[in-house]
């Protein structure tokens, strides 16, 4: 799908899908032209409108379009000359599966032209497309300052993913004093994967930010590199964010950890203590079960069997609960 916002001066940016006047709209000096195309990957490969408005309407370089139609990069950016290549990425965090999605977007910015190409639906891009749509100020400042906003929506849109990542790890941390599964150890390590992926899209986009920010880039007027070092100043704060959540889920980690090898303690110790108490029973029991002198232990020692019995049950029951109360004034257990 390919669609064109074109906004002339003063005017209020008009959207079209007409491929054949893209040329038209960008001779013209006084318009600034967006043009989105949306293509989610197919099966084959092959991407004929995508083709169309990269290699034949604006003529980019075939490297390039390769990086932008096949290749899986990091953010950067090229510049080539009389347009600049960038690549930045939106994310998406499933809450429910505690899991990071990135989405990539390619930009392409010449002197009055705008070209997002993506495979995924990116939710700061289509705010900023109604945003543009609907105010002429935002074409009218440039193409500069327009590749400003949709960075900036970008930035804005990882604050509520780090929110949710946040929100996640503050549940963890309650459900590690209430149970220790299997379950919560992989959720921990879903979300510490989660930060990670995090941390290697916002780093190299930090220096994206920096670089167009402080760059001799052609089609960034200099008057406008200010927006771009706001949206940098961004990011580093994000990043900063980002360290100190990694530092929070490997805390959750480590009290998982502790927390685990505690409740071991208390299990082994318990069953410790339960296996002392049982040690004289077996003792006893078992010394006079044996039979020495051929005959029964009432009729060696010559006294009534009733009495030897409870004699016997005072001795079993009494040792262990003296046992027992040893243990608690030692504070044992």
């Known amino acids: 799908m390919v669609r064109i916002l074109c906004g002339r001066n003063s005017e209020l940016p008009t959207e079209s899908c007409d ?16 043009v989105d195309v949306y293509d989610p ?27 932008a139609l096949i290749e899986t990069h990091v953010p950067k950016v090229d510049d080539w000359g009389s347009y600049l290549y960038i690549v930045m990425h939106a994310v998406h965090f499933e809450r ?40 002429a100020r935002h074409t009218r400042r ?15 849109d990882y604050l509520p993913v780090m929110d949710a990542m946040d929100e996640a790890v503050d549940l963890l941390q309650d459900e590690v004093f209430q149970r220790t599964d299997a379950r919560l150890v ?5 979300l510490k994967r989660a930060v990670l992926d995090l941390r290697r899209v916002l780093s190299p986009q930090r220096e994206v930010l920096n670089k167009l920010s402080r760059g001799d880039f052609v089609v960034i007027d200099e008057k406008d590199r200010v927006y771009f070092r706001d949206v940098y100043d961004h990011f580093v704060r994000l990043v900063d964010l980002n360290e100190s959540l990694r530092d929070v889920v490997g ?5 998982y950890l502790s927390v685990a090898a505690n409740r071991t303690n208390d299990i082994m110790k318990t069953l410790t203590i339960v ?3 049982f040690l004289p ?45 040893y243990i608690r004034r030692r504070g044992w257990w």
Request: proline share 3%; aromatic share 12%.
């Open 19 to 34: 491929i054949a006047g893209v040329r038209e709209m960008v001779a013209d000096a006084s318009s600034v032209v967006w």
């Open 41 to 67: 990957e197919n099966k084959n490969g092959s991407h004929p409108e995508a083709l169309q408005i990269l290699r034949d309407v604006f003529a980019f370089h075939p490297l390039a379009i390769e990086d």
């Open 96 to 135: 429910d599966k505690d899991r990071l999605e990135t989405r990539e977007l390619d930009i392409f910015v010449g002197p009055n032209y705008l070209v997002t190409y993506r495979t995924d639906e990116i939710r700061a891009l289509e705010q900023q497309w109604r945003v543009t749509q609907r105010d």
């Open 142 to 156: 440039g193409v500069d300052y327009l590749l400003y906003e949709l960075c900036d929506a970008i930035a804005a």
């Open 186 to 190: 992989e959720r921990i390590f879903r």
């Open 251 to 255: 805390g959750v980690l480590d009290t």
């Open 275 to 277: 296996s002392l108490m």
């Open 281 to 325: 029973l077996t003792f006893t029991t078992g010394f006079f079960g044996m039979n020495f002198f051929g005959g029964s232990i009432e009729l060696i020692f010559d006294v009534d069997k009733w009495l030897f019995f409870f004699a016997g049950m005072v001795i079993m029951l009494g040792m262990p609960l003296a046992m027992l109360l």
